[in-house]
Structure formats: C-alpha cells, structure tokens
C-alpha cells in the first residue's frame, strides 16, 4: 500500500464517523487479502470508492472517467489513490489493458460496471456495460460483488450533519465467470448474472 493511499484511507476512516449514523459491513472474511481480485459494485454515489477504501485492508486500484480527474479536490484525491482513467462511452483499450496489467501483478481493481451513479429501480437488476465483463474474461481473477446501500441522499440535504445516512456494505463470496452457469458467448446473459450477484446482496432486495 502506497502512502499516499495509506493516508487516505485513515482520513476517510476519521471522517466515517461524522459522515455515516450507522455502519453495517458484512462479508469481511469474504476480502481476498492477496493475489488479483475484481470488486464489482453497484454505484449510487460520489462517496461509494471512499467506503471500499475505508473497509478493504489493502490497496484497490479504482477506474474512472476521464473527467473526473478535473473536478477540483476531487482529482487530487484520485491522482493520490492512483485511480486510471477510462474514456466514458468508447471502447477504452488502454483502460483495459491498464486494468488486466495491475491484475497481472497480483493487485485488486474497482469497477463499477453501471458506468454511472444509479439507485436500483426496486425490482429490477442494474444495467452493466461490457468492459468489466471483458476484464474478466482475459484476466480469469475472480470477482468479488459489493453491494453499498445509504449513500443516496449523501451530501443532498441543506445541513449533512442532521441527516446522516446509516449504510449498509456487504461483500459477497467471490466467483469466476464459469459459475454463473452462462455461456461464455453469451454476453448479455453473463452480465445480468454478474449484476444479480451483486444485488442479491442488497437488504431487502427481492431477488
């Protein structure tokens, strides 16, 4: 682990208490602690990459947009996290190959396969894009799905401090794609069920 990273994760650890009423994180012994891992997460939130680096003991490496790295405070935050960047609605080859090489040597990637900040439509499974799947596929790591709940309405109210959210953070038992009983041809079907997985672990989420 960086310092720099180290760093971050003890300041997002300081601020947790201010930021959140309630904490429930499940699934820790799930965690790889080493060897190459896909966290796959759903993502409703600016804050939802601060949650993993504040519960995950090592080093996660986060893809983002490109022109995230732009936004004042926010960038600097990135450029401190090494997050790489990926261009939004093209198909990145440079993100991804950057992503399998920090795979390769035996480090964790974030991806967040919505490709934006969506609540889940009750019911219903997040739409995904392709370029986590890929990643999957060429890396053979296994994914390990996160499900982040309470984040919604983070920072939205006039006076935070009033209205603290309680989150709730599950880890799910880690998989490879062959699991999923999907076709390796089958691209669609392989990411609804990738998806599923993460969304089953959401609370009160009807599969």
């Not at 490109?66 to 939004?88: I, W």
């Not at 999957?136 to 603290?164: D, Y």
Request: hydrophobic letters at 45%; proline letters at 8%; glycine letters at 8%.
């Amino acid at each position: 682990m960086t310092l720099p990273y180290r760093l971050c994760q003890l300041a997002f650890r300081a601020l947790a208490p201010l930021i959140y009423r309630e904490r429930r994180i499940r699934g820790l012994e799930n965690l790889p602690l080493t060897g190459p891992a896909i966290f796959v997460s759903n993502h409703i939130s600016y804050w939802d990459p601060a949650t993993l680096v504040t519960f995950v003991p090592r080093q996660v490496y986060f893809m983002s947009r490109n022109n995230m790295f732009g936004v004042p405070v926010l960038g600097t935050v990135f450029r401190a996290l090494d997050v790489f960047g990926v261009e939004r609605g093209t198909a990145d080859i440079g993100a991804i190959r950057q992503a399998l090489a920090i795979l390769e040597r035996g480090d964790p990637v974030a991806l967040y396969p919505q490709g934006s900040r969506t609540p889940l439509p009750s019911g219903q499974v997040h739409q995904a894009k392709g370029g986590a799947l890929l990643i999957a596929q060429r890396s053979r790591a296994p994914i390990v799905p996160v499900a982040i709940s309470g984040l919604e309405t983070l920072f939205l109210a006039r006076f935070p401090w009033l209205g603290r959210p309680a989150i709730d953070v599950t880890f799910g038992r880690p998989f490879f794609l062959d699991e999923l009983g999907e076709s390796a041809d089958d691209r669609n079907a392989l990411l609804r069920s990738m998806m599923r997985r993460v969304t089953d672990l959401l609370p009160n989420h009807e599969s």
